[in-house]
């Protein structure tokens, strides 16, 4: 059963910093990863996906990696924002067809 | 192009009743899921509907169902409901089915049993 871990689960920075969340699965058999974020009381917008056979994705000042083999992927923030303050959440879409989350990084920017 | 809609946004039931909520995909999209989450189990996927078919299910009880119209709209069914009910649903549609593509949320229906 696909296990999928976030951490830290929670993060305060100040604006300006570059910053790395992680998530790491424990099934490596995987079509893709996908990272999310939700702000409070909200439905999730998508900001990345990263297919199996991709190592990264880039949007904007958002880079994602995957490394499947060790069941792990990065998401890089540049220059953050307090406008990047939310939860962020990495989704696994395993190959037995069940999409798994993690429990989520709750980010906080400082003006 | 209008995002992913649920209605109604809020709901209260009492324990034992039934609930049906409501999913409108992107247009074009022909796959929607459904998702509960909760602040003690997070996100859970509940299932998939694609061109009407459930294509996948996560691990919830008979209670939770679900269908899908030919336009794509989807309902879901929570019968017989328990206090552990009370949660934020969230649907997502896809233009294919989510295992390929990515997927879009709408706001989430939350609802609270009493």
């Known amino acids: 059963k696909q296990e999928v871990t976030q951490i830290p689960a929670a993060l305060s920075v100040p604006e300006g910093e570059n910053l790395v969340l992680n998530c790491s699965f424990t099934?490596?058999?995987?079509?893709?990863l996908q990272w999310f974020r939700q702000d409070p009381g909200k439905g999730l917008t998508s900001l990345l996906l990263?297919?199996?056979?991709?190592r990264e994705q880039t949007s904007g000042r958002l880079n994602a990696s995957l490394d499947k083999s060790s069941g792990r992927s990065t998401l890089y923030i540049a220059a953050s924002q307090p406008g990047d303050s939310a939860t962020y959440l990495c989704?696994?879409?395993?190959?037995?067809?069940?999409?798994?989350f993690g429990a989520g990084t709750r980010l906080t920017v400082k003006p | 192009k209008a995002g992913v809609t649920q209605t109604p946004r809020y709901l209260i039931k009492t324990r034992g009743q039934q609930v049906t909520l409501s999913c409108s995909p992107i247009?074009?999209?022909?796959?929607v899921s459904w998702y509960q989450q909760t602040p003690g189990q997070g996100l859970q996927f509940l299932f998939e509907?694609?061109?009407?078919?459930?294509?996948n299910k996560g691990n919830f009880p008979g209670r939770f169902s679900g269908r899908q119209f030919s336009n794509s709209r989807s309902e879901m069914n929570v019968s017989t409901l328990e206090l552990g009910d009370s949660a934020l649903y969230l649907c997502?549609?896809?233009?294919?089915?989510?295992?390929?593509?990515?997927?879009?949320f709408g706001p989430g229906t939350r609802l609270t049993v009493t």
């Open positions: 997502a549609s896809s233009r294919d089915s989510w295992g390929d593509d990515e997927q879009y």
């Open positions: 099934d490596s058999a995987i079509y893709n």
């Open positions: 990263i297919q199996s056979s991709q």
């Open positions: 989704a696994v879409n395993g190959e037995d067809n069940d999409m798994r």
């Open positions: 247009s074009g999209h022909r796959s």
């Open positions: 509907y694609f061109s009407e078919t459930q294509r």
